[in-house]
């Protein structure tokens, strides 16, 4: 059951699909406090209260015990301490015995969740607008809380089914001999592929929607030759659209008056790639629609894939913040700087970028309703998602395209995935990449992955292996590093071969992870899942933070440890361990309830089948999805009944309707199948 209560005047976000009526006075379950500039809401927690939730957020699937800020930033650092990371999604389910509750703030302002930081034994959730629509979410289990949730936001973004394959990115990656490259690395060497990304490099001067002339000579020449070979290339486009007249989108948003303005009505400028930049004004439908018809030119082209970027908007500088910055440098120049100067001197300089006077210092046009930024400061990735979708629909309605942002608001979910941002090279990274899937998938976001092998710092060969074992089952599959970092291709390494055998199971895998992810789709489910969400009354179960459940049959527990040869793992019920190492080669090894430690050599990724299920495989090499349909399929599992799977398809690329088939273990036309019958020894 979901319950509206609204406080203040809430702001047109359209994050919600269904409207529902507004209850008078307060939930009964919280306690809500008023003073003239915010509004809290608190309530006590139980010991064994869990709280689920909060999509991208740092920290494990459990986030009770931290203090998170839903203020989109654009921050490199994604350590334990950080509040907010590039999106921001307002919502969470609190489950313990005595009851399971969801509370979603449409709010796109500024939102603190204390979520037992203060005081351990409560949450108080503060909204800085005062402005919201507040739903508070009842039901049985934290899964039926979180389908009630995606019922009312909408159905969650489908990508064609090609975006599910392997995907090669790099920052420099820029021009068309860097495309060729990268592809005939792959291909001569086996490595599956689908698509690969270019980063601001290709543009001319980085400005959105040019392409470099001497280094991209011909982008239509360019996108078919890549599409004879199955890849399809995704160029980045940023949020900033740069000061220059003799630039075309500039010229137009000028025409088209799309940008966002100070409070007295002149346009607010601040530096990103190209240097001093407008940004278009997303929360205004026609700036939108006017946003979105410039991706045509790429659409005609053949592009049918685009990262959205730097849309918090990260704002390197504007003229007032840098002017502030020199001002204190001139003052400071020439003297010997004690401690206090120079923490002085070096803070101005910090806070130049992304700083909230800046955010303040702009109004958007919400059709008619003029609003400052800070206050809907949330909205603004969510609103270029829109944007982009949208023109990609004028474009060519029928078709399906890839688009994943880096900032985001609930609500995007339905028209675009994401990534997690610029992590690093970090084994906490890998781990945080897999504690995050969970609470993504609740607040509708399945499309997601983020860059593997990670974006900062010089990756390690095991560490890039390890990565990859954990990407072969995240709906986008993505390596993606930062300009001067070691290159980590996988065919920079010695250990390639691995590599590429592990990313051969992830073709394998397809029919499965794509299945399940329609399934997820259709029914306002969820691909990943907690183990709690599975097993609420199984204790261990509740508290295990590095394994989750993938779709309905299977549980994966990645290694995200350096220097080890396996890991410890819990399976909740008897399940079926599938050590892979390649697309034919592996080991089924059914196991009993309860811990064990299970070996998991460099090379070898773990999947765990539930025992009574099977899940079904794609046969022999594949190169890249268009491949997959040529390939028949057989099932692993272990299915002592014949229970079988249903797996549900559809053309991959249109919006027409896909079909659900149940596939037998017994069926001769799945003769390749292994299914263990019997019990464990
Ligand atoms: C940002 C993006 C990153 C990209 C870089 C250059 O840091 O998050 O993925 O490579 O910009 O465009």
Same mark, same amino acid.
């Given at each position: 059951?979901?319950?509206?209560?609204?406080?203040?005047?809430?702001?047109?976000?359209?994050?919600?699909?269904?409207?529902?009526?507004?209850?008078?006075?307060?939930?009964?379950?919280?306690?809500?406090?008023?003073?003239?500039?915010?509004?809290?809401?608190?309530?006590?927690?139980?010991?064994?209260?869990?709280?689920?939730?909060?999509?991208?957020?740092?920290?494990?699937?459990?986030?009770?015990?931290?203090? #998170?800020?839903?203020?989109?930033?654009?921050?490199?650092?994604?350590?334990?301490?950080?509040?907010?990371? #590039?999106?921001?999604?307002?919502?969470?389910?609190?489950?313990?015995?005595?009851?399971?509750?969801?509370?979603?703030?449409?709010?796109?302002?500024?939102?603190?969740?204390?979520?037992?930081?203060?005081?351990?034994?409560?949450?108080?959730?503060?909204?800085?607008?005062?402005?919201?629509?507040?739903?508070?979410?009842?039901?049985?289990?934290?899964?039926?809380?979180?389908?009630?949730?995606?019922?009312?936001?909408?159905?969650?973004?489908?990508?064609?089914?090609?975006?599910?394959?392997?995907?090669?990115?790099?920052?420099?990656?820029?021009?068309?001999?860097?495309?060729?490259?990268?592809?005939?690395?792959?291909?001569?060497?086996?490595?599956?592929?689908?698509?690969?990304?270019?980063?601001?490099?290709?543009?001319?001067?980085?400005?959105?929607?040019?392409?470099?002339?001497?280094?991209?000579?011909?982008?239509?020449?360019?996108?078919?030759?890549?599409?004879?070979?199955?890849?399809?290339?995704?160029?980045?486009?940023?949020?900033?659209?740069?000061?220059?007249?003799?630039?075309?989108?500039?010229?137009?948003?000028?025409?088209?008056?799309?940008?966002?303005?100070?409070?007295?009505?002149?346009?607010?400028?601040?530096?990103?790639?190209?240097?001093?930049?407008?940004?278009?004004?997303?929360?205004?439908?026609?700036?939108?629609?006017?946003?979105?018809?410039?991706?045509?030119?790429?659409?005609?082209?053949?592009?049918?894939?685009?990262?959205?970027?730097?849309?918090?908007?990260?704002?390197?500088?504007?003229?007032?913040?840098?002017?502030?910055?020199?001002?204190?440098?001139?003052?400071?120049?020439?003297?010997?700087?004690?401690?206090?100067?120079?923490?002085?001197?070096?803070?101005?300089?910090?806070?130049?970028?992304?700083?909230?006077?800046?955010?303040?210092?702009?109004?958007?046009?919400?059709? &008619?309703?003029?609003?400052?930024?800070?206050?809907?400061?949330?909205?603004?990735?969510?609103?270029?998602?829109?944007?982009?979708?949208?023109?990609?629909?004028?474009?060519?309605?029928?078709?399906?395209?890839?688009?994943?942002?880096?900032?985001?608001?609930?609500?995007?979910?339905?028209?675009?995935?994401?990534?997690?941002?610029?992590?690093?090279?970090?084994?906490?990274?890998?781990?945080?990449?897999?504690?995050?899937?969970?609470?993504?998938?609740?607040? &509708?976001?399945?499309?997601? &992955?983020?860059?593997?092998?990670?974006?900062?710092?010089?990756?390690?060969?095991?560490?890039?292996?390890?990565?990859?074992?954990?990407?072969?089952?995240?709906?986008?599959?993505?390596?993606?590093?930062?300009?001067?970092?070691?290159?980590?291709?996988?065919?920079?390494?010695?250990?390639?071969?691995?590599?590429?055998?592990?990313?051969?199971?992830?073709?394998?895998?397809?029919?499965?992870?794509?299945?399940?992810?329609?399934?997820?789709?259709?029914?306002?489910?969820?691909?990943?899942?907690?183990?709690?969400?599975? #097993?609420?009354?199984?204790?261990?179960?509740?508290?295990?933070?590095?394994?989750?459940?993938?779709?309905?049959?299977?549980?994966?527990?990645?290694?995200?440890?350096?220097?080890?040869?396996?890991?410890?793992?819990?399976?909740?019920?008897?399940?079926?361990?599938?050590?892979?190492?390649?697309?034919?080669?592996?080991?089924?090894?059914?196991?009993?309830?309860?811990?064990?430690?299970?070996?998991?050599?460099?090379?070898?990724?773990?999947?765990?089948?539930?025992?009574?299920?099977?899940?079904?495989?794609?046969?022999?090499?594949?190169?890249?999805?268009?491949?997959?349909?040529?390939?028949?399929?057989?099932?692993?599992?272990?299915?002592?009944?014949?229970?079988?799977?249903?797996?549900?398809?559809?053309?991959?690329?249109?919006?027409?309707?896909?079909?659900?088939?149940?596939?037998?273990?017994?069926?001769?036309?799945?003769?390749?199948?292994?299914?263990?019958?019997?019990?464990?020894?």
């Amino acid at each position: 059951m979901i319950q509206r209560y609204v406080y203040g005047s809430p702001l047109p976000t359209e994050a919600v699909v269904r409207d529902l009526p507004v209850l008078p006075g307060d939930p009964e379950c919280l306690t809500v406090r008023k003073d003239a500039s915010s509004i809290s809401f608190s309530m006590p927690l139980e010991p064994d209260d869990m709280i689920f939730g909060l999509g991208e957020t740092v920290r494990g699937i459990n986030k009770r015990g931290h203090v #998170y800020r839903s203020w989109n930033s654009d921050d490199i650092m994604h350590t334990e301490d950080r509040q907010s990371l #590039y999106s921001s999604h307002n919502f969470i389910v609190i489950s313990g015995k005595k009851r399971t509750l969801g509370l979603f703030l449409d709010d796109p302002g500024e939102v603190i969740w204390d979520l037992g930081d203060t005081s351990m034994e409560e949450i108080v959730i503060t909204s800085l607008n005062g402005d919201l629509s507040l739903y508070v979410i009842t039901g049985d289990s934290p899964r039926s809380v979180s389908r009630e949730l995606r019922g009312l936001i909408g159905k969650s973004y489908l990508p064609p089914f090609w975006a599910f394959g392997y995907i090669q990115s790099r920052w420099g990656y820029g021009s068309a001999e860097d495309m060729d490259s990268v592809v005939h690395e792959h291909r001569s060497r086996g490595i599956p592929i689908d698509g690969v990304c270019l980063d601001i490099d290709y543009m001319d001067q980085y400005r959105d929607f040019t392409w470099h002339p001497e280094k991209i000579p011909d982008l239509a020449g360019l996108v078919a030759r890549m599409r004879r070979e199955n890849i399809h290339l995704i160029p980045i486009i940023d949020a900033g659209i740069p000061d220059d007249p003799e630039d075309r989108a500039c010229k137009e948003g000028l025409e088209h008056d799309a940008f966002v303005k100070r409070e007295d009505g002149t346009l607010f400028r601040a530096a990103v790639w190209p240097g001093l930049c407008f940004f278009t004004d997303y929360l205004n439908s026609r700036a939108r629609a006017w946003f979105g018809s410039l991706y045509r030119p790429l659409l005609e082209a053949g592009v049918d894939g685009f990262w959205n970027d730097m849309n918090e908007p990260s704002l390197f500088y504007s003229m007032e913040g840098i002017n502030l910055a020199y001002s204190v440098a001139d003052e400071l120049r020439g003297k010997n700087l004690r401690v206090d100067d120079n923490w002085k001197l070096q803070g101005t300089f910090a806070a130049v970028a992304n700083n909230r006077d800046d955010y303040k210092s702009f109004y958007h046009d919400m059709d &008619g309703l003029r609003v400052r930024h800070d206050k809907v400061h949330n909205l603004y990735g969510y609103g270029m998602t829109r944007a982009t979708m949208d023109g990609m629909h004028a474009f060519d309605p029928d078709h399906r395209f890839l688009l994943f942002s880096r900032s985001s608001y609930i609500g995007a979910h339905r028209y675009g995935g994401l990534w997690q941002g610029d992590n690093r090279s970090w084994w906490a990274h890998l781990k945080l990449n897999l504690q995050m899937l969970p609470g993504l998938n609740m607040c &509708g976001f399945l499309f997601t &992955g983020a860059d593997l092998g990670g974006f900062g710092s010089d990756t390690t060969e095991d560490l890039l292996i390890r990565w990859l074992e954990l990407g072969i089952f995240t709906p986008l599959m993505r390596n993606h590093s930062a300009l001067h970092t070691r290159e980590q291709e996988v065919y920079r390494f010695k250990s390639w071969e691995n590599m590429k055998n592990i990313i051969t199971v992830r073709y394998a895998l397809l029919p499965y992870l794509y299945s399940e992810y329609l399934k997820a789709v259709h029914h306002d489910d969820l691909f990943f899942r907690a183990l709690a969400f599975d #097993y609420p009354d199984d204790e261990i179960a509740c508290q295990t933070e590095d394994q989750v459940m993938l779709g309905n049959e299977c549980m994966i527990a990645p290694v995200y440890v350096q220097n080890t040869s396996g890991r410890v793992v819990y399976l909740p019920e008897d399940m079926l361990l599938v050590r892979l190492r390649a697309y034919n080669d592996m080991d089924l090894v059914p196991m009993k309830k309860g811990h064990h430690w299970v070996d998991a050599r460099l090379h070898e990724a773990l999947l765990f089948i539930r025992r009574g299920c099977c899940i079904p495989f794609a046969s022999g090499k594949i190169e890249s999805t268009v491949d997959i349909p040529d390939h028949p399929l057989y099932l692993i599992g272990w299915d002592p009944d014949e229970q079988g799977y249903t797996l549900c398809e559809d053309d991959g690329i249109s919006y027409l309707e896909g079909t659900e088939r149940t596939l037998k273990p017994s069926d001769p036309a799945l003769k390749d199948s292994v299914i263990i019958r019997g019990d464990v020894q």
